[in-house]
């Protein structure tokens, strides 16, 4: 190992690249390679269920079962796949898919995110709002979007003018029926959401909301102190809540929030509750149920690049991440490519009798796009983006032979000028 670290060491002079060693201690455990792989299912993504005029997504392949009309908070999680993959393709020079990928989000905006409440992001349903809010903040940060930073914050104000208080503090309702109650599903993404504003704005009322979700959530019992952000416990809270925290205490500096923050993503991937023989659980077949694991797998990510979190949690996760990325590539069919499906456990094949879901087929693509993100972070600096194939051609070591394993739409190998997402028959396919 000690050879190895030299090595990266003089290449990193040689070829002034001082951050090609990202993270020592995580490089040795990378396995696998995504960056076609994850190019190759994103094309799936969008052939089968993106409105390409709206930039919005079918429930199920072409909207086959015209059940599109109330998917509105999960397009949050489908359009996030989709940011990631620009940012990714921004980094790699890839100008034509970055432009086609930001027609697409621009469109997802324009159209309100398939909002069935009408021309606007307010919507009946607290949480829903809070998913869009992270979503649209999302798209600020990677457009560089001003007025998107501005309708996060309307957003987000909306959602506040719901707060109420009852005898163990302040919360946030479900919804607007005069009996909701408080639910980690709300008060996790309006905790992050908080935390986001207050990183962009500096407004200390946006932190002082944060922290009093968090606070209510510790002293109604919602949370647990095994690890469960609720009961029963679910990725997409165990993830959006790990997250908060995780920001909070980069904000507040409290070792609490640090502790909670790797407790509640480590219940996540650890627990028998939440797992299947090492992978994530099968969570449910329902469109909110299938994209549960689109909304953790990013926010993990997160943490494991997070240098400030507990080494030997970022190792672990990082080892799930990648078991669950190899399993889902392994059940894949591609000789039905671009018809291939995500299951709803990534320890199983998909059942083509069935009609797929476009939550199971974005928890797929977020777990490649993300897994392929953390790869980058950990091992290829901007510096040598997007190709790092030196000296004549030889692979540097542990750069996951990014060479190698890109697809066509067959699934078939190819050289590396050719990406499974813009290559058809020889010709790109954005339009």
């Not at 925290?245 to 904000?251: E, G, K, T």
Request: aromatic content about 14%.
């Amino acid at each position: 190992m000690k050879t190895l670290k030299v090595l990266f060491v003089l290449l990193a002079l040689c070829f002034n690249i001082g951050d090609l060693w990202a993270d020592s201690e995580l490089a040795e455990y990378i396995t696998g390679n995504y960056e076609g792989k994850t190019d190759s299912l994103e094309y799936c993504l969008i052939e089968n269920f993106m409105n390409k005029n709206k930039g919005t997504f079918w429930s199920t392949p072409k909207d086959v079962a015209n059940s599109s009309k109330y998917i509105y908070w999960q397009q949050a999680h489908a359009i996030d796949v989709i940011i990631y993959a620009y940012e990714r393709y921004l980094e790699e020079g890839r100008t034509d898919e970055a432009a086609t990928y930001k027609r697409y989000m621009e469109r997802w905006y324009s159209n309100y995110a398939n909002n069935y409440a009408g021309s606007t992001f307010t919507n009946p349903y607290t949480d829903d709002m809070a998913w869009i809010g992270l979503a649209i903040f999302h798209m600020a940060e990677a457009l560089d979007n001003e007025r998107f930073f501005r309708q996060a914050k309307t957003i987000y104000t909306i959602i506040a003018s719901r707060k109420k208080t009852d005898s163990v503090g302040t919360y946030l309702p479900w919804n607007t029926d005069a009996g909701s109650k408080a639910n980690a599903c709300t008060l996790s993404p309006a905790c992050l959401l908080a935390t986001r504003l207050y990183e962009y704005y500096g407004t200390e009322s946006y932190l002082n909301d944060a922290e009093t979700y968090y606070d209510y959530l510790i002293k109604s019992g919602i949370t647990k102190s095994d690890g469960r952000v609720e009961e029963p416990p679910l990725s997409y809270t165990q993830g959006t809540l790990g997250e908060a925290l995780r920001r909070l205490y980069h904000i507040t500096g409290k070792q609490d929030y640090k502790t909670k923050a790797s407790l509640y993503f480590n219940y996540a991937f650890t627990s028998s509750r939440c797992t299947n023989n090492g992978l994530l659980r099968h969570e449910g077949t329902s469109m909110d149920q299938s994209i549960f694991k689109a909304v953790l797998i990013p926010y993990a990510v997160n943490f494991v690049l997070d240098d400030e979190m507990l080494l030997s949690r970022r190792k672990s996760i990082m080892r799930y991440l990648q078991n669950n990325a190899n399993a889902l590539w392994n059940h894949l069919a591609l000789e039905r490519y671009p018809n291939t499906y995500c299951p709803y456990f990534w320890g199983e094949n998909f059942n083509y009798s069935e009609t797929a879901s476009m939550g199971a087929m974005v928890s797929g693509a977020s777990l490649l796009e993300n897994v392929c993100r953390m790869h980058r972070a950990i091992l290829a600096p901007s510096a040598i983006r997007p190709n790092p194939i030196l000296n004549g051609g030889e692979a540097l070591p542990h750069m996951g032979e990014w060479g190698e394993g890109l697809y066509n739409l067959s699934g078939q190998r190819v050289d590396e000028t050719y990406k499974g997402l813009t290559i058809q028959n020889g010709k790109k396919t954005f339009k």
